[in-house]
């Protein structure tokens, strides 16, 4: 080559090289406008199910309210127990509402490390406190297979908040017959049936872990929208018919939850029509030293004589 054939091949480069960091730059932007888009669509929808999920708990309280003040000297006291049962069932919906919200923005955005109060948690005390939480609310009956020896390392609120939010799911998207299973073991990391993109492979396979399992005989969920349900808004198309209520935030907290407390939480399986399961697992860990001499002297006391 002689110097001004390489000179002339040297701007072709440079040319050649700015052009394609051009098209680079082009196709990040295009794909970022897209992203954006796509949650410009996600918050509008959001918005929708928001105020409606606001509307519908703020209008029972004034119905109500409105009722009571008006028939005050009509009504018996059943009435009066039946209507302030309603309001404070409603306020509380909206109590959730507002938490998860703040919730999920908080963990979306400006704080992503969550505050966590770890320490030993007994599942079967979450279990019960979660059926508590949600059986006032539900047709279906929960079915619990936990035994009392199996604690996991976490937090307690947290884990009760997870267990109840997968209660409740099952029992929203289940008909009034459909039976709700709730089950634990303890097991080695290995042996959870995880999906690819859920496996850690920095934690140990030897690692015990307690695998916590909900069964449902609900709707299921479509193939095409089992890994969406994670994401924050997002609902799986249903027939609108039998609208349920929901903003698409309680699958998405609990896997941050749980996530931030060291386990995974993943659907299992689903079949449209028959039924879902969702798990998750949490690191396990013996029964704190109190909690096993209790167990121990309720299992030596003599049983209690009806007098
Ligand atoms: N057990 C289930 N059976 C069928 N579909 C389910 C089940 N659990 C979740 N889904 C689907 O996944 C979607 C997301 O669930 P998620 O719990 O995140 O939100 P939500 O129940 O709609 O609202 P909320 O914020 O009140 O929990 C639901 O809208 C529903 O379509
Ligand atoms: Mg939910």
């Known amino acids: 080559f002689r110097p001004s054939d390489i000179g002339m091949l040297l701007a072709i480069c440079s040319q050649a090289a700015g052009a394609l960091r051009n098209a680079q730059l082009f196709e990040e932007i295009q794909e970022a406008y897209a992203e954006q888009q796509r949650l410009d669509k996600l918050k509008d929808e959001f918005l929708v199910t928001a105020s409606h999920e606001l509307r519908t708990p703020l209008s029972a309280i004034s119905g109500y309210s409105t ?9 018996t006291p059943q009435h009066i127990l039946r209507f302030a049962s309603k309001i404070t069932g409603a306020a509380q919906q909206l109590t959730d509402l507002v938490s998860s919200m703040t919730e999920a923005a908080r963990i979306g955005t400006v704080d992503k490390k969550l505050e966590l109060q770890m320490g030993p948690v007994q599942l079967l005390s979450a279990v019960e406190m979660a059926i508590n939480m949600i059986s006032v609310n539900i047709e279906q009956k929960i079915v619990s297979q936990v035994e009392a020896n199996l604690w996991m390392k976490g937090d307690p609120l947290r884990v009760r908040q997870v ?12 008909p009034p017959d459909g039976r ?35 069964y449902d005989e609900g709707e299921g969920i479509a193939p095409e929208d089992q890994q969406k349900i994670f994401e924050k808004f997002v609902r799986a198309t249903r027939s609108l018919t039998t609208p349920v209520r929901g903003t ?27 039924g879902s399961a969702f798990s998750f697992y949490l690191p396990y860990i013996d029964a704190p030293q109190e909690a096993s001499t209790n167990e121990q002297n309720k299992q030596d006391e003599p049983e209690q004589q009806a007098s």
């Open 67 to 75: 009722l009571l003040k008006r028939q005050s000297n009509r009504i």
């Open 248 to 274: 698409g935030l309680g699958l998405y907290i609990c896997r941050r939850y749980i996530e931030a407390m060291g386990g995974r939480l993943w659907l299992q399986h689903s079949i449209p029509g028959e």
């Open 163 to 174: 267990i109840s939010n997968l209660l409740d799911n099952a029992a929203k998207y289940s």
């Open 180 to 214: 709700i299973e709730i089950l634990a073991a303890v097991t080695s990391l290995a042996k959870v049936p995880l999906p690819d993109e859920q496996v850690d492979i920095e934690s140990d396979p030897n690692m015990l872990v307690v695998l916590v399992q909900v």
